[in-house]
């Protein structure tokens, strides 16, 4: 069982950054390391779709739309998932949601068992 909290969202102008982290609480002790941790995003009147990943032996995914942009990283010590977002586009307005899998396809949503509540980020123009 893994709960996920997201923090980090807010209003940012076009070209501006952000950085929002997910905290994780396990069931047990060291468990955050074997999740592959992702970001998924839903944006207003659309589907929800992936960000980024990072697997448990620390490989990193990211959207076509993302690369280059956005840097995902986490904090095994203190069972901390980041992405750091830099250059920001009214596009990137979403909410956030922060998610943890027991394995499957990185860029799936399907293969993630638990979810945050998500955080907002707007990107004004």
């Known amino acids: 069982q893994v709960q996920l909290v997201e923090s980090g969202g807010g209003l940012v102008q076009a070209g501006g950054s952000l950085r929002l982290s997910c905290a994780a609480s396990?069931?047990?002790?060291?468990?955050?390391?074997?999740?592959?941790m992702g970001w998924f995003r839903r944006a207003p009147g659309k589907e929800r779709e992936f960000v980024s990943s990072i697997t448990y032996d620390g490989k990193t995914y990211y959207a076509e739309s993302v690369r280059g942009r956005f840097t995902i990283s986490r904090d095994i010590a203190r069972s901390t998932l980041n992405l750091q977002m830099i250059s920001l586009k009214p596009e990137d307005t979403a909410v956030y949601y922060c998610?943890?899998?027991?394995?499957?396809?990185?860029?799936?949503?399907?293969?993630?068992?638990?979810w945050g509540q998500g955080t907002g980020v707007t990107v004004s123009s």
């Open positions: 396990t069931s047990s002790e060291g468990a955050f390391s074997d999740y592959m």
């Open positions: 998610a943890a899998s027991t394995g499957g396809p990185p860029m799936s949503a399907l293969a993630f068992d638990y």
